[in-house]
């Protein structure tokens, strides 16, 4: 991509670097610009402070979202994001990508809880399966359902077709407004998916994923969750601007509102972690009474 830049802007110095780690000294730029970044980082919060550390006093920052004041505003994203109208290509590049993510959050989940009574997991809202097919390496006992909508289940199936697990992760298209689940599982796993969507629609979803969750079994909620008080996070608080800018409903939605749709879901022993998974989403979990 450099190169074929470079090719067409011969007068632009071009450099290859981690927008986390940029390779700058401090203050040596009176402008930095992210142009459709923020969304694809796995810590945009270290991109702030990255663009602010190689600042020079009294520089500015400009990012993707300089119509923010516009969205809120007229309450429609002034840079909206529509994955459901993206070419399959592209879909399927930004599913393998974010992937990568996924792999050391499922990780932490099994270093910090006890699946050993989990025979069947479902990874909701699935996206490349990077979730399901982490958690069967790790778990050699368990089996995984990946769900997700009918336009990214065939790329998830592609992708555990490729490593070679069609075995033990059965790929599903599935809605998750549009009814209860389909089957039935120890352990179910959301991650990113409640907070894409409207605070209605959360509210469904959750009661629909009860419907699948076997009598004691988990449910655990990967998100951003904000603390009551709506100002921190910081992460949290970061992506809420994406979702301003991009979705037309959707954002980090609080500890108290994720706690009031599993407890109409009927879900008990609802608790918050204390700690950030490696990809910096908060976790919350619940058991389903037996």
Known sequence: MIEAAAANYPEVKFAEGDAEDLPFEDGCFDCVACSFGLLH????EKVMEEAYRVLRSGGRWTNLYPHTAESIRRSVPQDKVDFSNAPQNGLEAFLRRINRNTVAAARALTRQYDFSSTKTL??????????????????????????????????????????????RVHVLAADLLSGPLPGS????????????????????AVKNIAAAVNPGGTLFIVAQILDDSRISPLEALGYNL????????????????????????GFVHIERANFLLPDEHGLMTARKPR
């Open 242 to 265: 994406i979702f301003i800018n991009t979705f037309d409903a959707g954002e980090s939605y609080t500890e108290q509102e994720h706690r009031a749709w599993l407890t109409e879901a």
């Open 41 to 44: 980082m796995q810590h945009p």
């Open 185 to 204: 599982y120890d352990t179910v796993i959301l991650r990113g998916v409640l907070q894409c969507l409207s605070a209605e629609e959360a509210r469904l």
């Open 122 to 167: 479902a990874d909701v809202g699935c996206g490349g399966a990077g979730l399901a097919l982490t958690m069967i390496k790790e778990l050699p006992h368990i089996k995984a359902t990946a769900i997700d909508l009918p336009l990214v289940a065939p790329i998830a199936q592609k992708i555990v077709a490729e490593k070679g697990a069609t075995d």
